[in-house]
Each structure stands twice: as C-alpha cells, then as structure tokens.
C-alpha cells in the first residue's frame, strides 16, 4: 500500500504515526463510523456541523483546510487539500525520497492528522473548543521533534 511510505520512517511522535495509521486503514472512530456500527451519535462534525467522516474531517472541514494550507505553505508547498484519496496520493508523491523537505512533510501529515483528532476529542469528552485548533501549535511540536537532528533543524532555521 502506498500510503505506507509516510508511516515508516516517519520522525513524528508514535501517537501521530498511530493516529495516521489508523486513518489510512480507515480504523478511526469517525461519527460515520460510529454510526455504521450502531453507536448513538449526532453524526456531525465538531467544527462545522457537516456530516463528519474521515474524508470530511481531516480534508474537507472549511475549519481544518486552512490548518492545511498554512502547515503546507510553511514547509514550501502551495497546495489546497481536497479528496482524502487523492490527498494521501499527493503526499506519498511528495515524500518520496530522502530530502528534509520531504522527511518534514511526512512528520507534518502525522502531527496535522493527530492534533485534528486530538482536538475533535477533546470537544467531543471534555469541553474543549475548535480554537484549540492553532497551525503554530502543529509547528512547534514540528519544531521539538527536529530539533535533535541537526541538518533537520538547519534545514527548518534557513527555510522556515
């Protein structure tokens, strides 16, 4: 499976590659899910009252897409998230390789995926609120997790 280049190898923390992991088999308990498998649920999105499902959440939102767009923009790609198919296609396509662009690429998916989730959790169990949801919080987790390698970091210091 294709999708599985963004996984391994990835410099992300274990809980975002498990979360994305998840994602890619189609395995999180999205509200569609929930209630394909006869759960009680409203079926809606957390951030935009649309009906919530894998696609919708990580891709779709009108609240996430931004999240997207500046993650991407701050690693040097101008690109708007669309279908999830067609996204995780473009991320493998745009990971390939060795470059630090790319490795930084894969940890951003992982982190984006997983802070989307986190976030949607915590409105769901605990009150939390959709403006938990800060691009510059995925960036400093980013940020913590090169900032051991050395040519990662230089690469994010001159370019980012």
Same mark, same amino acid.
């Given at each position: %499976?294709?999708?599985?280049?963004?996984?391994? /190898?990835?410099?992300?923390?274990?809980?975002?590659?498990?979360?994305?992991? @998840?994602?890619?088999?189609?395995?999180?308990?999205?509200?569609?899910? #929930?209630?394909?498998?006869?759960?009680?649920?409203?079926?809606?999105?957390?951030?935009?009252?649309? +009906?919530?499902?894998?696609?919708? @959440? =990580? =891709?779709?939102?009108?609240?996430?897409?931004? %999240?997207?767009?500046?993650? @991407?923009?701050?690693? /040097?790609?101008?690109?708007?998230?669309?279908?999830?198919?067609?996204?995780?296609?473009?991320?493998?396509?745009?990971?390939? /390789?060795?470059?630090?662009?790319?490795?930084? #690429?894969?940890? +951003? %998916?992982?982190?984006? %995926?997983?802070?989307?989730? =986190?976030?949607?959790?915590?409105?769901? =169990?605990?009150? /939390?609120?959709?403006?938990? @949801?800060?691009?510059?919080?995925?960036? &400093?987790?980013? *940020?913590?997790?090169?900032? &051991? &390698?050395?040519? *990662?970091?230089?690469?994010?210091?001159?370019?980012?």
């Amino acid at each position: %499976v294709e999708w599985r280049k963004i996984i391994i /190898g990835n410099h992300a923390r274990p809980r975002a590659i498990f979360t994305l992991w @998840l994602a890619c088999n189609k395995r999180l308990l999205t509200k569609e899910r #929930m209630i394909r498998l006869g759960m009680p649920t409203d079926g809606l999105c957390v951030f935009c009252k649309m +009906a919530e499902t894998c696609q919708h @959440l =990580f =891709f779709s939102c009108c609240e996430i897409k931004p %999240v997207w767009e500046k993650i @991407l923009r701050w690693i /040097g790609y101008v690109h708007t998230p669309t279908m999830w198919d067609d996204e995780l296609g473009w991320i493998v396509e745009n990971t390939k /390789g060795k470059g630090c662009k790319r490795i930084l #690429m894969r940890l +951003a %998916v992982a982190e984006t %995926v997983y802070r989307v989730w =986190f976030v949607r959790n915590r409105i769901i =169990f605990q009150g /939390g609120r959709k403006e938990e @949801l800060h691009w510059e919080t995925i960036k &400093n987790v980013i *940020l913590r997790r090169v900032e &051991n &390698n050395r040519k *990662l970091m230089m690469y994010c210091n001159r370019n980012l």
